[in-house]
C-alpha cells in the first residue's frame, strides 16, 4: 500500500549548530557508521542527557548528511569525526531522521542545507537563555535543557526554534 505524505506530515531535515559549552567537553554524541534500514552512512548515536547535542537538536538514529556545508556521503569514518572536530568549538550538521530520507529519496529531492524545508537547531539558544536569565535550577525544576529537547519534540515543524523556546518559557 502506498501511502500519499506531503511535505508537511514528516519531519523536515535539520541543520543542528553546536557549540561546545564552558565547562563541557564535547558535544556530547557519538557517530556510527552503519547501514541501518538499507541506507548506509554515518549516523548519530548515543547522546548525553543535557548536552549541546542534545539541546541543538540532534536525536538518536539521525543520518549525518553535511558537516559544515560538506557533504559527507562515502567519507571514512574517520573523515567524518575529523570534520565534526574541525573547528575545535562549534559544528553545524545537517541531520535527517528515517522517515524524511525516505519521503526525500522518494520524491527525487536532494537533502542539502539549502532546502528551503531545512529546520534550524542550535545549542547555542539553550546557553544564551541560561546566560541571560542567570538563574539556577530549583530542586525539582525541570532542567532547561530537557524542556528545549520537549520544545523540539513539541514543535518538530516550527521554521525558528526561538520563538518555540519563547513558547516553553512563557514570554
Known sequence: ????L????????????????????????????????????HFIAKIEPGSPAQA??????????????AGVDGFAHK?????????????????????CQDYYEENNISI???????????SENVLSLVEKTGKRRKEG???????MAEVIK???RKKKVESAIEED???
Not at 56 to 69: A, T
Not at 141 to 147: D, F, R, Y
Open 6 to 41: 506531503s511535505m508537511a506530515d514528516i519531519s523536515p531535515p535539520r541543520l543542528c549548530h553546536l557549540r561546545i559549552w564552558p565547562g563541557y567537553h564535547g558535544y556530547g554524541f557519538t557517530v556510527d557508521q552503519a547501514e541501518k534500514d538499507g541506507q548506509a552512512g
Open 1 to 4: 500500500t502506498s501511502l500519499c
Open 112 to 122: 542539502t542545507g539549502s532546502v528551503s524545508s531545512v529546520l534550524h537547531c542550535s
Open 141 to 147: 525544576e525541570i532542567p532547561l535543557v530537557e524542556s
Open 169 to 171: 518559557i512563557g514570554e
Open 79 to 99: 573523515k567524518v569525526l575529523a570534520k565534526i572536530k574541525s573547528k575545535k568549538k562549534e559544528v553545524n550538521i545537517l541531520v535527517a531522521d528515517k522517515e
Open 154 to 156: 513539541q514543535h518538530p
Open 56 to 69: 541543538g537538536g540532534l536525536k538518536d538514529g539521525d543520518k549525518i548528511i553535511e558537516i559544515n556545508g
